[in-house]
């Protein structure tokens, strides 16, 4: 199976393409508006291909693509958009010197640390890459974190990939709870939940493998308790 396409919510659609380089579901997310498809993150340009294809099973074209978000520079999150010609592409500014894309002038270096684009509230969250950024659709209420907290590497739950996925969040606290953010890193990422603890939130799009729907507050509530006691017993050591 090399890519997987479902709806995560009315209107948003996950393209899970399978990377057997990385041994990774790299994702990609399109919001159909009547203004245009937002995409978020355009996995690698050898994948080019699966997003035509998706975007054909709805009825679409690259050229109906308008906006493109990039939550960060790495290659899987911006090289497909080259495809996009008709597509405003934004990312934030500390990404300039990272961008793993060839011709980084495509890009809208202008996002602040925290905004509002279209009816998309970003925030940044850092921690990934320096400029990794969250969004939010304020209107289905999905919030999509990019890199910043996803399964990379991970197979998908076994109840599918978009579900509630409790295997798949019991993994992430016992990984955190076993050292898996960096000590120098984890007061960042503390940040990062807690910015993004903010919103209300129906789903939460990863951006690699599982797409989690269900109470997504409580997850971000055990990561946030697991990750400060962590971090009192580090400074009392």
Known sequence: MEYLFEEVKENIYVLAI???AWNSYNNCYFIVQK?????????KEEHSSYLVQALKQIGKTP?????LLAT????????????FKNAKKYIHPQERSLIEYPEPD???FTLLDHGVIQNFEYLWVGHHTPGSLAFYHQPSKVLFTGDFLCFFGDPLSKDGLVSVSNDLRLEW??????????????????????????????????GHGGVLVGDIQLFVSELLTIGNKLQETQEKN
């Open 106 to 108: 495509q890009f809208h």
């Open 72 to 83: 960060h520079g790495h290659e899987d999150h911006v090289q497909g958009a080259s495809i």
């Open 35 to 43: 203004e245009g498809i937002t995409l978020i993150d355009s996995s």
């Open 173 to 206: 606290l016992e990984f955190l709870r076993n050292g898996g953010v960096e000590k120098d890193k984890l007061n960042g990422f503390l940040n990062g939940l807690i910015a993004m603890n903010v919103f209300d939130v129906d789903v939460m799009c990863t």
């Open 18 to 20: 399978w990377d057997s």
């Open 63 to 67: 050229e109906d693509v308008t906006l």
